[in-house]
């Protein structure tokens, strides 16, 4: 299993930047593929990114539109989310998740964080 804490959110104006980060804990985080998603109020939750337990292969949500970047270090057992040029439409409660392989719905991660909130002022 895999015990997972997002963090890194906040409040940032319009074409600003964050950096999420995922602290994992277990020793078998590098076996996981790791994903963001997202949950605005009064919407589903939205996948926004996923990476390869190595790190090799990466998704993206058409959303995204090259803005974002995810990464990962196994040896310290993290992921990370860097947001760049957000937008208004950007803010959500902002969740990373783990799974067997990479994938972009939610059904397919089997561990969560409790999520971070980003929120982007205009």
């Known amino acids: 299993q895999v015990q997972l804490v997002d963090s890194g959110g906040g409040v940032v104006e319009a074409g600003g930047s964050l950096r999420l980060s995922c602290t994992a804990s277990g020793r078998t985080f590098r076996n996981y593929a790791v994903g963001w998603f997202r949950q605005a109020p009064g919407k589903k939750r939205e996948f926004v990114a996923t990476i390869s337990p190595g790190g090799g292969t990466t998704y993206f949500a058409d959303f995204v539109e090259g803005r974002f970047a995810i990464s990962r270090d196994n040896a310290r057992k993290k992921a990370y989310l860097e947001m760049n040029r957000l937008k208004p439409e950007d803010t959500a409660v902002y969740y990373c998740?783990?799974?067997?392989?990479?994938?972009?719905?939610?059904?397919?991660?089997?561990?969560w964080g409790r999520g971070t909130q980003v929120t982007v002022s205009s």
């Open positions: 998740a783990a799974a067997d392989s990479t994938a972009t719905i939610a059904l397919a991660y089997d561990f």
